[in-house]
Every structure is written in structure tokens, then in C-alpha cells.
């Protein structure tokens, strides 16, 4: 098995890689991992980590730039994919940050979030939401064998998921108000947070990716 964690530029690359790897101990899976910018290696590969960090545009260009558009778009259609923070929003129609088109695969926006938003306590919330915060499972998927209810996992995002369909959400945050920080439908699963900073529950988020068959 051939997994491609793609680099456009964009992302804390040498951490995914090296969560990944680490996964695959987990996961007692033979896999050749590979972090590539080359489009015939994401072509060949049997599955696919899509990550990304800055801004979206900035993101957007580097990907189209690259050439890597077209074989993550194959990706998209045929193969177990994970898509990570940037590498989640960028599935959408657009952005709010910087009107940016996506790719488009989820129907929805990705939107920032509202400024003068305060919490329980009367503190008023900073953006970016940055830090831990829980994980509510809304659905079952293969993913999330082995991760308890409202585990929590680590963010960093001042934009988030606005999708269409409610029926691609699989788990929820809040800051203050709910906002989906998991979606999947069919071989596509996406996560707000950062897996690779997020220790034991990326971990095992990625362990499932490497034995899931999509």
C-alpha cells in the first residue's frame, strides 16, 4: 500500500509525515508513506493525506501552481482521502477568506468566525479559535474506532465548515456556537483540527485511515 501525504507547499508536512509513520505502527499495516510534490506519485498512490495550513488562498495558489490539482481531484474519486485543516476547507465550494473558490467536492462555505463572541463565563473568545477543545461524534464511522465521545483534539482556525447537506457532518465543536470540525461522505473524510498535533486521538484517527478501506 502507497499512501501520498501531498505537498503543495502548504502545511506542517514534516509532522504529518512523521504522524503518519507513527500511525503505521498502530495500525500493523505494511505501507510505503510517502510526502510527495509530484503529481504521478499521487496518482499511484492507494491513498491520499491532504493537508494544509496558512491561508486559504495562499493554499489554493500554491496547489494549482503546482500541478497537483488534477491528481488530487483523481484522488478525491476513487481512494481513501483525509483531508486535514486547509486540506479540509479547501474541498469546499468557497471561502470566505480571500472569496476564494475550492475544489468544490462539499457543497458549502467555509466562513470566519464572528468577532465579539464571548463564552459561558463572559470572556470574550479570540480569533483564531487556538487550542484543545472537544470532539462530539454525531455519526458512526470507521474512523472513530477506538476514540471516545468528546475526546478532545487541538485547533488552530479563524475560518470553519458551513456545509449544505448536514448529512456529510460527523462530529461537532463549539466555540461558542456549534460548527462541524469532521466531514465525510463515501472515501472522503476531513477534520478541522490538526491530527498531527493532537496526540494520542490523531494517532488514532490516522491508525484507522491506514486500515480503512474507503
Known amino acids: 500500500m502507497k499512501v501520498a501525504i501531498v505537498d503543495y507547499g502548504m502545511g506542517n508536512l514534516h509532522s ?10 498502530l495500525a500493523d499495516v505494511a505501507a510505503d508513506i510517502v510526502l510527495t510534490d509530484q503529481p504521478e506519485e499521487v496518482f499511484a498512490a492507494d491513498k491520499i493525506v491532504f493537508p494544509g495550513q496558512g491561508a486559504m488562498p495562499d493554499c489554493m495558489g500554491a496547489l494549482q501552481k503546482s ?37 468544490g467536492w462539499f457543497a458549502g462555505k467555509v466562513k470566519r468566525f464572528a468577532a465579539n463572541q464571548y463564552d459561558e463565563y463572559g470572556d470574550k473568545l479570540k ?27 487541538y485547533f488552530v482556525h479563524s475560518y470553519y465548515f458551513a456545509p449544505e447537506d448536514s448529512r456529510i457532518v460527523l462530529a461537532t465543536s463549539e466555540y461558542p456556537s456549534q460548527f462541524a470540525c469532521v466531514v465525510g461522505r463515501d472515501n472522503v473524510f476531513a477534520t478541522q483540527f490538526h491530527t498531527e498535533k493532537s496526540h494520542d486521538g490523531g494517532l488514532l484517527l490516522l491508525r484507522n485511515f491506514l486500515r480503512w478501506n474507503g
Open 16 to 25: 504529518v509525515l512523521k504522524s503518519v509513520q507513527a500511525a503505521q505502527k
Open 67 to 103: 500541478g497537483l490539482g488534477e491528481a488530487v481531484a483523481d484522488g478525491l474519486k476513487n481512494k481513501p482521502f483525509f483531508g486535514i485543516c486547509v486540506g479540509a476547507q479547501l474541498l469546499f465550494d468557497f471561502s470566505e477568506e480571500g472569496d476564494t473558490p475550492g475544489l
Open 127 to 153: 480569533v483564531p479559535h487556538m487550542g484543545w477543545n472537544t470532539v462530539h461524534q454525531t455519526q458512526r464511522h470507521p474512523l472513530f474506532e477506538g476514540i471516545g465521545q468528546d475526546l478532545r483534539f
